[in-house]
């Protein structure tokens, strides 16, 4: 069985300042770890993703996260963000198979960019 | 086709109304997923359709779920005597061979 706490249901921040989303996961194999975004009106979307290797994964938006194995956790930070940058945040692990049909999914994050 | 669609975007129904949704995945995606996602939490895994062939249904799918992909390309997934209990955003996702999930941007229900 496997399973993801986002620790915070609700993240404001402001603009350009720094902001991390927390992920804490259990599982009693190897797994995968997903970022999902959602921004208003829209479907889920990929945001990064931990498979192996190195234990730290980038997005093409300037979003980082930190596989932990030891701490089980997989937080996401951006170190500036954006007004454009507020969506729903979802963490999701899935087995050591990475199929799809095995994502759990956290509660979700909401990030507020305030002005 | 730049994506999963999905139709209608919002359903309100009455109790006991029987509802469909409909699910157009990516044209070159032969695997296709039904999420549902209540409020305050992430989406929960319904069933999964390989082309035609549904392989797997949560617990969550009860009797009153019915879902098919019966030419392996869009899907519909009805509720039959609908409660308040199953209003929900209901999320329709394909994957491409590397697995990677494209999710629509659901169906919103309404149970009165």
């Known amino acids: 069985a496997q399973s993801v706490t986002q620790l915070d249901s609700q993240v404001p921040v402001f603009e350009e300042a720094p902001v991390e989303l927390r992920c804490n996961y259990s599982?009693?194999?190897?797994?995968?770890l997903f970022w999902y975004v959602q921004y208003p009106n829209q479907g889920l979307q990929l945001l990064l993703k931990?498979?192996?290797?190195?234990?730290l994964v980038e997005s093409i938006n300037g979003f980082e996260a930190e596989f932990n194995k030891s701490q089980t956790s997989f937080h996401l930070r951006k170190p500036s963000v954006h007004i454009s940058d507020t969506a729903e945040y979802f963490c999701a692990v899935s087995g050591s198979s990475g199929s799809a049909r095995q994502l759990t999914f956290g509660s979700g994050t909401q990030l507020t960019v305030l002005p | 086709d730049t994506g999963v669609s999905q139709d209608p975007r919002h359903k309100i129904t009455k109790r006991g109304q029987n509802v469909t949704f409909r699910c157009d995945p990516i044209?070159?995606?032969?695997?296709l997923y039904w999420y549902r996602q209540t409020l305050g939490q992430g989406p929960e895994f319904l069933t999964y359709f390989q082309n035609e062939a549904q392989l797997e249904k949560s617990r969550l799918l009860s009797d009153r779920f019915s879902a098919e992909r019966p030419k392996g390309s869009f899907s519909t997934l009805e509720i039959q005597r609908t409660e308040q209990g199953d209003s929900a955003m209901y999320l329709c996702a394909s994957t491409n061979p590397n697995e990677k999930l494209f999710f629509g941007s659901g169906t919103q229900l309404s149970v009165l």
């Open positions: 931990y498979l192996s290797g190195s234990t």
């Open positions: 044209s070159e995606h032969n695997r």
């Open positions: 599982s009693s194999v190897s797994v995968y």
